[in-house]
């Protein structure tokens, strides 16, 4: 079984910053890719940022410049978010893709974390 355990979300006013973190736990082979996506009140899921354990990068437009996806070990990784506005009020959620073996057969599968709650308001 595999873990996502997310952390640092709150409450912060328009302008000032926040760093998400998710750490992967549990049994598994590698990790190719982690990413955030966020969940704005009664709005559809939505991607913000991935990174691959190549250290490519990929950003929504609206988060472009503000914020920023880094690694920190095989299993963990940040999100800087800068400039934080109202419109950036969601749930965040980290997903990984985890590559482990089910019955001796090596495979991949993506996996959520329970969510981080991120409110911007004055």
């Known amino acids: 079984q595999v873990q996502l355990e997310e952390s640092g979300g709150g409450l912060v006013q328009p302008g000032e910053s926040l760093r998400l973190a998710c750490e992967a736990s549990?049994?598994?082979?590698?990790?190719?890719?982690m990413g955030w996506y966020r969940q704005p009140p009664g709005k559809q899921r939505e991607l913000v940022a991935t990174?691959?354990?190549?250290?490519?990068t990929y950003y929504a437009d609206s988060v472009r410049g503000r914020f920023t996806i880094s690694r920190d070990s095989a299993k963990k990784v940040h999100l800087q978010m800068r400039n934080l506005k109202a419109e950036d009020t969601a749930v965040y959620y980290c997903?990984?893709?985890?590559?482990?073996?089910?019955?001796?057969?090596?495979?991949?599968?993506?996996?959520w974390g329970q969510g981080a709650q991120v409110t911007v308001s004055s």
């Open positions: 549990g049994s598994f082979v590698s990790i190719s890719a």
């Open positions: 997903k990984a893709r985890v590559f482990r073996y089910r019955v001796g057969v090596l495979g991949s599968d993506d996996y």
């Open positions: 990174i691959t354990f190549g250290s490519s």
